[in-house]
């Protein structure tokens, strides 16, 4: 049963500290997905790639947010430094083009 | 620039009833719409998605129906059960200003009430 995975599940940080999160989407998709959600904004799209390359990151704050897919098989969204403001569940997902999208578990972050 | 409306916001129904939701949007040079299910605490999971040339969708006791002229998506839940309650998002692709976009509802929350 093919699913996305995401690392850490949860993460509690100090203001200021690195935080990366991880995912793996499924084997043979080329589009993989970053998303945010909060009970204020909903959810919010970051940025997505597809095959590996970066598509649209227009909803990701650039002077704090990276994302990248070093292969095929890791995305990784990185925030330097992290602020309270970016506690939040963040989710990635992978699909095929503009298909139907899998979403994995999410990363529930804590900034403090 | 494509915007995306789900109202509304809440619904509650008791077990049993059919119930409609609606998705509207403003571009109507989509690619697909889709129709996603989140329960709490986790993440969403596809129930149907409809390519632009297609009218409806159906899996099991739902049915999605798009209407791209008039902007407009209704997914159709019939002979509800509690089991139905969560949040179901509405996400739509188009081609926008010479590149793809994907954008999503805010959202309603679905409570079946035994």
């Known amino acids: 049963d093919a699913r996305v995975t995401q690392t850490p599940r949860h993460k509690v940080t100090e203001m200021g500290q690195e935080v990366t999160m991880r995912c793996q989407p499924i084997?043979?998709?080329?589009?993989v997905f970053w998303y945010r959600q909060t009970m204020m904004q909903g959810l919010e799209l970051l940025a997505y790639f597809r095959n590996r390359a970066p598509l649209d990151d227009s909803g990701m704050p650039k002077d704090r947010f990276s994302a990248e897919m070093p292969d095929a098989t890791l995305a990784t969204l990185k925030i330097q430094p992290s602020e309270p403001r970016d506690s939040a569940v963040y989710f990635c997902?992978?699909?095929?083009?503009?298909?139907?999208?899998?979403f994995g578990p999410g990363t529930r972050l804590t900034v403090l | 620039k494509q915007e995306v409306t789900q109202i509304p916001a809440a619904l509650s129904v008791p077990e049993g009833e059919n119930l409609v939701l609606n998705c509207s949007f403003t571009d109507s040079a989509i690619y697909n719409l889709q129709w996603f299910r989140q329960d709490p605490g986790k993440g969403l999971t596809s129930l149907l998605l409809i390519q632009s040339s297609q009218r409806e969708q159906t899996s099991g006791r739902l049915n999605a129906s798009l209407d791209k002229s008039s902007g407009r998506s209704t997914l159709y839940i019939a002979a509800s059960q509690p089991g139905d309650s969560a949040t179901y998002l509405c996400a739509v692709w188009s081609w926008t200003g010479g590149s793809e976009k994907l954008v999503f509802g805010k959202g309603t929350k679905l409570t079946v009430n035994p």
């Open positions: 084997l043979g998709h080329n589009t």
């Open positions: 997902a992978s699909g095929s083009g503009t298909d139907t999208q899998y």
